[in-house]
């Protein structure tokens, strides 16, 4: 890194780019160079800095001084005062200690107080994501360096099991047993992809470690290629993350200049290449198998399997498809080693998970928290409460496939097993808290829609099914609904589940299921007395077919 | 509306996206989302050349242009609007939005209006929720809008 006196990074999420972060990543521009100071000090526009609720925010290194929000007007006071006379500005500065919308780390014994400790979210915010010696500085490749000089690719796989790491694209499948299913393959050539498709309603994770450390995914991808015996990687990007693609090409080059990618890698026998595979906008691309098909150039249809990729993948040949939080923990885990991963978290499920927080509550925005929290603490801690001090009623987990989640397991930790043996999905990570104000018949219709758009056509009960629920759950909240309607959708979300070829179709009944299971009363309300308790639904009767086209 | 494009933009178009990403089978969606994203949608005559140069059927290259809905085959207005329908923009207001949208435009969604100057769609998810509802507007983001602010935000596109 360049000798530098401080280093200044202005929060570029989507939030912030709203509320004029490229407008003050501008003026600071210019008044750095009017100050004389451009030698001395290190500017970037960065991805979230973490700080939703103070955005744009803009944070000050070495001293890590966080101001926020920051606006046109304020750039020259915080110019002159922080860096022209090195002394904090302390009119735009936001105490530290306030958590709301932050990475955080608890300790797994309940009652203490949040230490702060971060994985997959340690670098982002902190680094320049455009410069690979900012990476390098805070441990980059270091992992990657000691896996092909150090250990054999075995070694690899078995260090990975030890860590207990569990995928953290939906399915939550071991990863080190996955990389062995691949490096147990025959034949010479295989794949190693990240799945960087993140198109669930409600999850942007992925995103912001893409556009906050691109590195680590590019060195996660690496150390899986050497695991496995593949000298080619993937990755394959949502059409819409145009910042995170950039952001990867660059990474890649950079990589390649300083010979951790290319040819033989810290000067050994290993080579590997990366690509950037742009998708075209469509959810089911995220499915592994619809995914190689995509970058195949063909519609992305899943496959029927088995065979699974790990033994038919890309070109039909041995194939890794990891999702990017899952491959943000491999550096770490290969640095700090499996023993140190699995303090985090519970026994089952160890190290930490991102949630993105949404919905009804104080402050919306990402956490990134040991597996085993409960909603509660997320809502209170997190969330800061709910919003105009409304009762808390339900939870959508994991985005559209996810579960709805009543009051009544609030209490339950959110882990993996704890989930699924209380019937409900942790799925991708996204927490959307409704208040008593949202009403069910709405929610429900707002899921299935989604699947009703976003099914690829392959299979009946997808196809059909999503869009006769969609008019069913219509038809309810116009108050033109029947009782004998709640049966047929009952009966279709257990077709869905049952019937259909993928994931997508087999998840799309969950979000009603549930509602029919812990709502039914207010369900039945808008049936038998045309009324919409949360005051939501128009019932005017007025539905008509060609409204589902819409 | 961008119809009857000239030829030797879309030629042009075509051969600057063939030069990025070569002619290999894994860079068909990449080279479609390239010359989509230039010309605003892919003209017959731009999937005639691809389909040349990746060695292609055309029948199977119309049956991937289709499916992606990034990529469209149909000429589109000057300004597309997306608007995000996914649940927790749909929770946080959305819902109020989208129907101001409808009055404000007079068109459906998947529609472009008469005068070439609109085509609405609506999409799923941007990853942008943390400011839901959302609307794209080209490449423009606008995040947490307000029925009452609709009308002011098409307003600035001519
Ligand atoms: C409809 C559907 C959409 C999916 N979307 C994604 C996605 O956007 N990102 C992702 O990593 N996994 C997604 N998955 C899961 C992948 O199929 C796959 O399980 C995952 O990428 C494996 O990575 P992991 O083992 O690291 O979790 C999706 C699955 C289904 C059925
Ligand atoms: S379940 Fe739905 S998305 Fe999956 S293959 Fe069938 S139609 Fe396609
Ligand atoms: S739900 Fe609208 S951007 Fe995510």
């Known amino acids: 890194m360049k000798a530098v006196r401080s280093m200044v990074l202005v929060s570029g999420d989507p939030t912030s780019l709203e509320r004029g972060a490229q407008e003050v990543y501008h003026r600071l521009q210019e008044e750095v160079r009017q100050s004389g100071l451009s030698g001395d000090i290190s500017l970037a526009l960065v991805g979230d800095l973490g700080r939703s609720d103070i955005a744009p925010s803009v944070i000050v290194y070495p001293e890590a001084v966080i101001y926020g929000p920051v606006a046109l007007s304020n750039v020259h006071y915080l110019v002159d005062e922080h860096l022209n006379k090195g002394r904090i500005a302390v009119d735009l500065q936001t105490p530290i200690h306030n958590l709301a919308g932050h990475s955080a780390w608890l300790s797994r014994r309940k009652g203490t107080l949040p230490a702060e400790q971060r994985i997959v979210l340690e670098r982002v915010g902190k680094i320049n994501p455009e410069d690979i010696q900012d990476y390098i500085l805070y441990d980059g490749y270091r992992a990657l360096g000691k896996a092909v000089i150090e250990m054999t690719p075995a070694e690899v796989i078995a260090l990975i099991d030890r860590s207990g790491l569990k995928g953290r694209g939906g399915a939550g499948f071991p990863t080190g047993l996955k990389w062995r299913f691949v490096s147990r393959a025959g034949g010479s050539v295989k794949y190693a992809i990240c799945n960087a498709d993140e198109s669930e309603p409600g999850t942007f994770k992925d995103r912001l470690i893409l556009e906050g450390d691109p590195h680590s995914i590019i060195e996660a991808i690496t150390i899986a290629g050497y695991a496995i015996g593949a000298s080619e990687g993937y990755i394959y990007v949502r059409g819409e993350y145009r910042l995170a693609q950039q952001r990867l090409a660059t990474a890649i080059t950079q990589a390649h200049e300083m010979g951790f990618l290319g040819k033989n890698i810290f000067g050994t026998q290993f080579s590997f290449e990366i690509r950037v595979h742009s998708g075209a906008g469509a959810y089911i691309c995220g499915e592994e198998t619809a995914l190689i098909e995509s970058i195949e150039g063909k519609r992305g249809e899943p496959r029927s399997r088995p065979p699974y990729p790990t033994t038919h993948g890309l070109w039909g040949k041995p194939t890794l498809v990891n999702n990017v939080e899952t491959l943000a923990n491999i550096p770490a885990i290969l640095r700090n080693g499996p023993d140190w991963f699995q303090r985090f978290g519970t026994k089952t499920s160890p190290g930490t998970k991102v949630f993105t927080i949404l919905g009804n509550v104080n402050t919306t925005g990402v956490i990134e928290v040991p597996m085993g929290i409960t909603l509660r603490e997320v809502i209170t801690i997190y969330g800061k409460g709910m919003k105009n001090n409304a009762t808390f009623k339900l939870a959508q987990t994991g985005g559209s496939s996810g579960s709805v989640i009543p009051a009544s397991l609030q209490d339950t930790p959110m882990d993996f097993d704890s989930y699924l043996r209380a019937g409900v999905s942790l799925g991708s990570g996204a927490l959307l808290i409704c208040d008593e104000d949202t009403c069910v018949v709405d929610l429900a219709k707002a899921l299935i829609n989604f699947f009703r758009r976003e099914s690829c056509g392959k299979c009946n009960p997808c196809r059909i099914g999503t869009l006769r629920a969609y008019e069913i759950l219509s038809r309810i909240s116009e108050g033109v609904g029947s009782l004998k309607d709640l049966d047929t959708l009952q009966m279709i979300c257990e077709n869905l589940y049952q019937l259909s070829n993928c994931g997508l179709g087999q998840t799309s009944g969950t979000g009603t299921r549930d509602i029919l299971t812990h709502f039914r009363a207010e369900v039945e309300a808008h049936i038998r007395l045309k009324v919409c308790p949360a005051g939501v639904c128009s019932m005017s009767g007025r539905w008509t077919a060609s409204q589902a086209n819409g | ?158």
């Open chain 2, 1 to 158: 509306m961008q119809e009857n494009q000239p030829v030797e933009k879309t030629t042009a178009v075509v051969e600057a996206a063939l030069q990025h990403h070569g002619t290999n089978r894994d860079e068909l969606i990449p080279i479609l989302n390239e010359i989509n994203q230039q010309i605003g949608y892919l003209p017959a005559a731009s999937l005639e050349k691809v389909s040349q140069a990746l060695r292609i059927p055309k029948s199977q290259l119309f049956s991937s242009a289709t499916f992606y809905r990034m990529l469209s085959i149909t000429p589109r207005g000057r300004h597309v609007i997306q608007f995000c329908e996914s649940a927790p923009c749909h929770v946080e207001g959305g819902r109020q939005v989208w129907h101001t949208i409808l009055d404000e435009l007079g068109i459906l969604p998947g529609e472009t209006s008469k005068d070439g100057r609109w085509t609405l769609e609506t999409t799923s998810c941007l990853g942008i929720c943390g400011v839901g509802p959302v609307l794209l507007v080209d490449e423009d983001i606008y995040g947490n809008v307000r029925p009452e602010q609709v009308a002011e935000i098409l307003a600035r596109y001519a």
